[in-house]
């Protein structure tokens, strides 16, 4: 399964940006099929949970320290998963992956798999 977030960059605090993820190949069924999970790593620190969604959309959920600012979404007949990223601030520097999730607490790391390139986001303040 290969997975690939994109829509990363540089932007100022308290803007936003749209992060993609997408299957390619053989794969490219994987996200519609699946609950999908988003995660960041900033640097020294280890890769943290921030959104996930059910297959079929119709429950999502949220670290504290995005909820409000975050929402996640997908669209099942493009194979795709997004994050739309507002007010961002520094502390959401980081680079950020997109996973499939297999079983297990949506919030936890160990419940996730085939993880991907990441996408850079940076907050300038």
């Known amino acids: 399964v290969q997975l690939q977030a994109s829509g990363g960059g540089l932007v100022q605090a308290g803007g936003s940006l749209r992060l993609s993820c997408a299957a390619s190949?053989?794969?490219?069924?994987?996200?519609?099929?699946?609950?999908m999970g988003w995660f960041r790593q900033a640097p020294g620190k280890e890769r943290e949970f921030v959104a996930a969604?059910?297959?079929?959309?119709?429950?999502?959920y949220y670290a504290d320290s995005v909820k409000g600012r975050f929402t996640v979404s997908r669209d099942n007949a493009k194979n795709a998963v997004y994050l739309q990223m507002n007010s961002l601030t520094p502390e959401d520097t980081a680079v950020y992956y997109c996973a499939v999730r297999i079983q297990g607490e949506y919030y936890s790391r160990q419940s996730y798999r085939y993880w991907g390139q990441g996408t850079l986001v940076t907050v300038s303040s």
């Open positions: 190949g053989r794969s490219v069924r994987t996200i519609s099929n699946n609950d």
């Open positions: 969604i059910r297959w079929n959309g119709g429950n999502t």
